[in-house]
Every structure is written in structure tokens, then in C-alpha cells.
């Protein structure tokens, strides 16, 4: 096993990814090390399997204690449920997502899972519930064999091409003359960020989390690469209750609901349609975005 795999592990629920908003890898490995106010609450307990029902009740937030990013947030989320968070930028969307794996600590209010305060619960198993997957996927010097079992250490040949194949990677695997034993990264094969992201879904297969975090892409991929990466993240988010912070049309029309976040807090929710019809803001961010 590489080396690289211990220290890693031990964070890794939220490896794979961090919320939007903190830059990089290195900022986040420094914020992790530097965030001394989320931490395990003395009675905390571990969970086992959730069913996924997230509430958010009457949530205030802010990063420097001064200026309030979230305002008394009520928000249910059933399990299964795909919600997708649109809203102008700088509103509170992924605020809202990284306070569920509690990378930040709510001023007050509480977010709960399947009716337990997620204070009450180990970080280690809280985030053992939660997958996230985003643009800037961490991905370490080694093979793709090693880069996807990433998401569950034990996991066998046959596990891995699975989660390879429902995440759209099995064209690039079978191009590559070594298969899942390709090297990638600095010494190896270079991947694209389309490439990479499907790599992260199929960490996300393996790893099965029931409650997923989807951060979209906002640059853009070519199309053939974003119908493949939407087609995966569709098969993911199947019976998970997911949380996107959305950017692209396709994701934001397959929601359940669509939640609109802007500086006042949550504006509308409802389905596409619906929300339209209603013509505010979310029908001119619509317009104005998608033409
Ligand atoms: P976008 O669509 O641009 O991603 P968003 O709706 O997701 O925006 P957030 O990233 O949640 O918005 O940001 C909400 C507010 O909190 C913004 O004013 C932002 O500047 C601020 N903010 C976000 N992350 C941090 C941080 N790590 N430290 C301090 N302030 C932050």
C-alpha cells in the first residue's frame, strides 16, 4: 500500500474534495489542521448507515463572527431527495453544503441527520456518511487502480472496473496500454478535468455514501464530456440525498427541488417549472444565464 494512504486516511471522508470557496488542497489541508472549534463534542457518538433526512433549523452563520453569511436557514431535505442550490454568487450556497460534514460550525440554530444533531456525532463517521464531488478533485502521484480504491481501501478488481464503468471511465482504463495499472499524475499520464472528475464519481461509487455533496463545474468542459460526467453523477445521486450547488441546466431541471439562496437567505423553492411560472428571481437568473 502507499505510503501516502495513512496520513490520508484518516481524513478521509473529506478528502476527496473540500468545499468550494477554499482554495486548493494545501488550504485545506491548513484549515484542517487549523480549526480547532470543530471537533469531536466530549458525548459525540458514532452513527451507523443514515437514511439521509438532513434539516436545517433556523441556521446562523458567519465566518468572522461579524458579518452574517446565513440567516435563520430552515431547510428539510428528504432522504433520497436531490436538491439543487441556485443563486447569485457570494449568497451562501456552499456555506450552506460544508456546514453539513461541519468543515465550519453553525453560531447557532442546528443541522440535523435522520433527527440527530450532527454535533452529537463523530466527525469521522458524520463524514463516513457524506460524499463530496467537485472541480478540483484530489487526485495523488499513482495509478488509477490506487486513485479509485482511494474511496474504499479494501476494494476488489471487480469493485473497482464497476465503479469505473458507472462513472464513464472504462473508455479511458481500456485506452491506456497498462489498463487501471496506468500511472497518472507528474510521472504519469496527464488527465483532463473532465477525466478527473469521473475519477472522484467512481471513488464516490465505491466509498457509497448516502448522502452526496455535488459541487458543479463552473468551467466549461466540451460536450461530450459533460453529457458523460451528467450521466454519471445522475447514476450516483440515485437513492442518495444529494445537495448540489448548481451551476448547469441539466442538473438544476433533474432536481427534486430547486432552492434559491440569495443574501436574504432562502428566496424560493420549487420545481423548474413551477418557479418559472412564478417569474421571480429565479426565472430571471434563468434568463439571464441560459438565454
Ligand atoms: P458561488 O456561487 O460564487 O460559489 P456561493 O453562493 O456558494 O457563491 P459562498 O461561497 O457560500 O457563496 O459564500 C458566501 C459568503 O461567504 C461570501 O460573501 C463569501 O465571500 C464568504 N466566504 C466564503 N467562504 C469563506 C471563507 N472560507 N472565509 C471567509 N468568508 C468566506
Known amino acids: ?15 476527496e474534495s473540500y468545499p468550494k470557496g477554499i482554495a486548493g488542497f494545501k488550504r485545506f489541508t491548513e484549515i484542517i489542521d487549523k480549526a480547532p472549534d470543530v471537533k469531536d463534542a466530549p458525548n459525540a457518538r ?11 433549523k433556523d441556521v446562523c452563520f458567519s465566518y468572522d463572527r461579524q458579518k452574517p453569511v446565513l440567516n435563520h436557514i430552515n431547510l428539510h431535505v428528504s432522504a433520497g431527495e436531490t436538491v439543487a442550490f441556485v443563486g447569485p454568487s457570494g449568497a451562501g450556497k456552499s456555506t450552506i453544503c460544508s456546514l453539513l460534514p461541519r468543515f465550519y460550525e453553525v453560531e447557532s440554530g442546528s443541522i440535523e441527520i435522520d433527527g440527530i444533531d450532527i454535533k452529537e456525532i463523530t466527525l469521522s463517521s458524520l463524514r463516513q456518511q457524506i460524499g463530496i464531488v467537485q472541480q478540483d478533485v484530489f487526485l495523488f502521484s499513482g495509478t488509477i487502480r490506487e486513485n479509485i480504491a482511494y474511496g474504499k481501501l479494501d476494494a476488489t478488481d471487480e ?31 496527464k488527465l483532463s478535468g473532465g477525466q478527473k ?5 467512481a471513488r464516490m461509487f465505491l466509498k457509497n455514501p448516502p448522502i452526496l455533496i455535488l459541487d458543479e463545474a463552473t468551467s466549461a468542459l466540451d460536450t461530450e464530456t459533460e453529457a458523460a460526467i451528467q450521466q454519471a453523477l445522475m447514476e450516483l445521486s440515485k437513492g442518495r440525498t444529494t445537495l448540489v450547488i448548481a451551476h448547469r441546466l441539466a442538473t438544476i431541471k433533474h432536481a427534486d427541488r430547486i432552492v434559491v439562496v440569495t443574501e436574504d437567505g432562502i428566496h424560493e423553492e420549487g420545481r423548474h417549472e413551477e418557479l418559472i411560472r412564478q417569474g421571480g428571481i429565479y426565472s430571471q437568473l434563468h434568463q439571464a444565464q441560459f438565454g
Open 1 to 15: 500500500i502507499n505510503v501516502f494512504f495513512r496520513p490520508v486516511e484518516k481524513i478521509n471522508a473529506v478528502i
Open 46 to 56: 458514532d452513527i451507523g448507515q443514515v437514511n439521509g433526512n438532513i434539516s436545517y
Open 159 to 189: 469493485e473497482i472496473w464497476e465503479a469505473a464503468r458507472r462513472a464513464q471511465l472504462i473508455g479511458l482504463i481500456e485506452s491506456q496500454p497498462d489498463g487501471l495499472n496506468t500511472v497518472i499524475g507528474e510521472r504519469g499520464v
Open 197 to 201: 472528475q469521473r475519477l472522484s464519481i
